[in-house]
């Protein structure tokens, strides 16, 4: 009977030795996950940043702070605020950000939720901007807020470990009377996107759109730079936003290009020399491209289609083919073939607080009727 008591004890000591051992490698050795890494204590003191894979950590005297992600993190800010001219808005700005890898720690220790610090920063920086403009001003620079959010956040919370991977504008809501009175054609894409648009545009000539492409202002930046430039005759001289554009022929490069197009407030009838000037960036684009040694080279139209496809979005049926045959197509056109005329208004005018341009109802009918019967160089435009 001693003799089994003794055995049992001994088992059971056995087995309590192994469960400790077991508990002490347990507590010993730990893993980290792709995409994470653990802040590791001593004694409640920092002491190293466990990363992806198998790690060791001595029982009792080491302990894991906390677990941050590395993964690219939203957060969506909502800015309620006034334009210049008293239109009530809504703001949102989608920060898409990431603890900056070897900077673990100070995101852990120097900011417990980087959420509130990022919405204080949006709220400054976007309150400046948009009560200095108009609401049809904040539509426009869209791209401009988004890039003073960025630059911002970056310098500001590079200090407490997070990396600002982008901000983009992604609405801009003005109060309820407000969208009532934007029954302009442009507000069609701010309000309904591009089917909106789209429809507007049909309904307005009686003809089908059967492709789209658009292109935002970064894409108008990096397409113009991956055409070296583009040339252009300007007519007068201007200065607007801190790029000054001389008379006669000029090269753009991408932000001077952008700012060529978008200019308007440095001319006394705004929005027609800004569509002229729109019209002549068009012209020196074409000028680039309509050359018979690109337009006779399916190759060289295969190339030029893939240099410029990352900055457009297209519909589904807008593909490489599709663009490659159209370039074929054209391979008889030059630039001197080509007539720009805007669709003819009767001039501007306030509705409310809304600047717009009113159209000529009755040269905009026969504008479509020329659409409709492909008789477009027999049209001569009116108005202004």
């Not at 006669?248 to 200019?263: H, S, T």
């Not at 006779?296 to 297209?314: C, H, K, R, W």
């Amino acid at each position: 009977m001693d003799s089994l008591i003794s055995t049992v004890l001994n088992w059971v000591g056995i087995i309590v030795a192994g469960l400790f051992v077991l508990l002490l490698l347990k507590m010993t050795f730990f893993t980290v996950s792709n995409q994470t890494v653990k802040i590791i204590e001593r004694f409640g003191k920092y002491k190293k940043t466990a990363r992806a894979g198998l790690n060791i950590k001595i029982p009792l005297v080491d302990s894991v702070r906390a677990t941050p992600s590395l993964q690219v993190l939203q957060h969506v800010v909502t800015v309620d605020t006034i334009t210049k001219d008293k239109v009530s808005v809504k703001v949102a700005v989608a920060v898409q950000y990431q603890v900056i890898e070897g900077q673990e720690a100070d995101a852990v220790y120097k900011l417990s939720n980087p959420e509130p610090q990022i919405e204080t920063f949006v709220f400054d920086v976007v309150r400046s901007q948009v009560t200095t403009q108009t609401l049809d001003e904040v539509f426009n620079s869209k791209s401009d807020i988004a890039n003073a959010v960025n630059n911002e956040l970056t310098a500001d919370m590079a200090a407490f470990g997070y990396r600002i991977l982008r901000s983009p504008v992604t609405e801009i809501d003005p109060e309820a009377s407000v969208k009532q009175a934007m029954n302009k054609i442009n507000a069609a894409l701010s309000f309904g996107g591009v089917p909106l648009l789209v429809q507007t545009l049909e309904g307005l000539f009686g003809v089908r759109i059967d492709r789209v492409a658009i292109i935002d202002f970064e894409g108008f930046k990096g397409l113009t730079n991956a055409l070296g430039g583009v040339m252009v005759n300007n007519p007068q001289a201007f200065t607007s936003r801190g790029h000054t554009f001389n008379q006669g022929e000029i090269i753009l490069n991408g932000d001077q290009a952008l700012e060529f197009v978008r200019a308007r407030y440095p001319f006394t009838d705004g929005d027609y020399t800004r569509v002229r000037n729109q019209q002549l960036f068009l012209k020196g684009v074409m000028q680039k491209l309509f050359t018979r040694e690109t337009l006779t080279n399916p190759g060289m139209i295969a190339e030029t289609v893939d240099q410029f496809s990352p900055y457009l979005t297209v519909d589904a049926g807008f593909d490489s083919a599709y663009l490659t045959g159209l370039g074929l197509s054209l391979r008889d056109i030059r630039t001197e073939n080509l007539r720009f005329f805007t669709a003819p208004t009767l001039g501007t005018g306030m509705e409310g607080s809304q600047s717009v341009v009113y159209p000529d109802w009755a040269s905009l009918e026969q504008l479509a009727l020329h659409l409709q019967n492909d008789t477009v160089d027999k049209y001569e435009p009116t108005g202004r």
